[in-house]
């Protein structure tokens, strides 16, 4: 049972225009939201989050995007540039306190190809 | 302030196998969480640690286990490898502030090749 989805594997876009990327999710207890990016070789690094009293978070070039009606949220990164070439997953967790506290469930990833 | 260090880095070791895997949180942190990255599976959450005592466990069988010490250094035991277990297994620190979520650091892996 999937319970994040990025049903998106890949993703190329040109230096300088903006990635969309994509991220629906099953369970209603979901509370807070989060991104990923990840390099070959080297751990996933926090991007950013978002709550789920929220709509929008924005960090610099990145925004995300919470639809919480649709369970669908998604990062926007602009412009883009070819350092953020890399595997971004899209992660979520249950309302802090609860037991699954602390439980991040990740999507399947999205491989990001920014070309020069 | 160090990062989230895991030893070793690569692994290999043939099927029926035990393994040990060994993660130092940041200093400070008291949360030590456990993944398992496959091409076909994605992340998936193993366990997670606090002060010793395990909080959270993801369906996984019996073979992986986990423990940490009282320094929060946490080690993961997989028995009896299967050819499946061939993954990166991945640990994140993060501290326990009350009522918020905490960002979870990861560390860059161990790579585990079961023969």
């Known amino acids: 049972d999937q319970q994040v989805k990025q049903n998106s594997p890949s993703l190329s876009v040109q230096e300088g225009r903006i990635s969309i990327l994509n991220c629906d999710y099953t369970?209603?207890?979901?509370?807070?939201f989060l991104w990923y990016k990840k390099y070959p070789a080297e751990g996933p690094t926090f991007l950013i989050s978002?709550?789920?009293?929220?709509d929008k978070n924005e960090d610099g070039r990145f925004t995300v995007f919470l639809n919480k009606s649709a369970k669908h949220l998604s990062l926007h990164i602009v412009p883009s540039q070819p350092g953020d070439s890399a595997v971004y997953f899209c992660?979520?967790?249950?309302?802090?306190?609860?037991?699954?506290?602390?439980?991040?469930?990740f999507g399947q990833g999205t491989i990001l190809t920014v070309h020069p | 302030k160090a990062g989230v260090t895991q030893t070793p880095r690569y692994l290999i070791k043939t099927r029926g196998q035990q393994v040990t895997l060994s993660c130092s949180p940041i200093?400070?942190?008291?949360?030590v969480s456990w993944y398992q990255q496959t091409p076909g599976q994605g992340l998936q959450f193993l366990f997670e640690?606090?002060?010793?005592?395990?909080?959270n466990k993801g369906n996984f069988p019996g073979r992986f286990s986990g423990r940490q010490f009282s320094n929060s250094r946490s080690e993961m035991n997989v028995s009896t490898l299967e050819l499946g277990d061939s993954a990166l297994y991945l640990c994140?620190?993060?501290?326990?502030?009350?009522?918020?979520?905490?960002?979870?650091?990861f560390g860059p892996g161990t790579r585990l090749t079961v023969l």
């Open positions: 978002i709550s789920s009293i929220k």
């Open positions: 994140a620190s993060s501290q326990i502030p009350t009522g918020t979520y905490n960002e979870q650091f």
């Open positions: 369970n209603s207890m979901f509370d807070y």
């Open positions: 640690y606090f002060s010793e005592t395990q909080r």
């Open positions: 200093s400070g942190h008291r949360s």
């Open positions: 992660a979520a967790t249950p309302r802090a306190g609860g037991t699954s506290y602390g439980k991040l469930t």
